[in-house]
């Protein structure tokens, strides 16, 4: 589990976006493929510092899932301002993460 993931459940999902920016991973606690997506978001970090990053455990909120319209996991859903602007499902490299956060971030 990464160290720096703030872990939300369906209670506390809606107060935690408000209009902030962060990375949301959707993930299994015992997914082969989530493990690999959080150690790509932890090589990912230190090229955003301020970079806000949240856990959904699926299993145990699927209310989430349904209310993203998400179906596969690992997930990960990039925030801006409160709204998800870009969203990838499947493991993906250290550059294809960064790559997708920078163009998040870089949008209007």
Same mark, same amino acid.
């Given at each position: ?13 809606n107060g ?8 949301? +991973? @959707?993930? #299994? /606690?015992?997914? *082969? ?8 978001i932890e090589?990912? &970090?230190? =090229? ?7 856990g959904v ?19 990960? +859903? @990039?925030? #801006? /301002?409160?709204? *998800? ?11 294809? &993460?960064? =790559? ?9």
């Amino acid at each position: 589990m990464l160290d720096k993931m703030t872990i939300l459940t369906a209670d506390s999902f809606n107060g935690f976006i408000g209009s902030r920016d962060f990375l949301l +991973l @959707i993930f #299994k /606690n015992n997914c *082969p493929l989530c493990k690999v997506m959080m150690a790509v978001i932890e090589k990912c &970090l230190p =090229a955003f510092p301020d970079l806000v990053v949240a856990g959904v455990n699926s299993e145990e909120n699927p209310i989430i899932l349904t209310d993203l319209d998400v179906s596969k996991v690992p997930t990960v +859903l @990039i925030y #801006k /301002n409160g709204v *998800p602007s870009a969203r990838r499902s499947g493991v993906m490299r250290p550059a294809e &993460l960064s =790559a997708l956060i920078s163009k998040s971030q870089a949008q209007g």
